[in-house]
């Protein structure tokens, strides 16, 4: 086994939605270079960035409650003391792979995408009843108030 095993789950997945930035417009898999220091950082190698950039796109529509085809992913089953578990070699891999068990552990409706239409921001909802609807209330809540107050029709 090697020792660098990614660490798949729901801080990997909204870490990898949020690659794209749609406040910023900033896409961190837009050139090789952040590709590979995503990748680098989440410690799986990088595979083909048109492949993560398709798994992104997909994962984001999925969570935000489309259904779209993800792109062929290896998953190797691995092994550890009482327990089984998926393995990844790449970014896209390694992102399916944490979708894939949120998915069985019925947590991947947690994942979801801020609220606010500027913003589209990933997080997990870790609230008791999963109804958390911004990525932060005193962000993209209160403007989103400030938004339905200012359209709001004016009473004669
Ligand atoms: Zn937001």
Redesign the pocket.
């Known amino acids: 086994m090697r020792t660098n095993e990614p660490e798949l789950g729901a801080d990997l997945l909204v870490d990898f939605l949020n690659t794209l930035d749609v ?1 910023d417009d900033v896409d961190q898999l837009a050139d090789d270079e952040g590709h590979r220091r995503w990748a680098g950082e989440h410690g799986v190698e990088p595979g083909d960035r048109a492949t993560t950039v398709q798994a992104r796109d997909a994962l984001r529509a999925i969570v935000d409650g489309e259904v779209r085809p993800l792109p062929p992913v290896e998953l190797p089953v691995t092994a550890g003391p009482g327990s089984v578990g998926l393995g990844a070699r790449t970014a896209a891999d390694a992102a399916v792979a944490s979708a894939v068990v949120l998915s069985l552990q019925g947590k991947l409706g947690r994942v979801k995408l ?3 239409e500027d ?3 990933a ?1 997990y909802d870790a609230s008791r009843n999963g109804s958390r609807q ?3 209330m005193e ?2 809540g209160n ?1 989103q108030k400030a938004r339905t107050f200012r359209a709001k029709p004016r009473e004669a």
Request: glycine share 14%; hydrophobic share 30%; charged share 20%.
């Open positions: 406040e801020c609220g606010g913003c589209r921001w997080f911004w990525c932060s962000v993209c403007r």
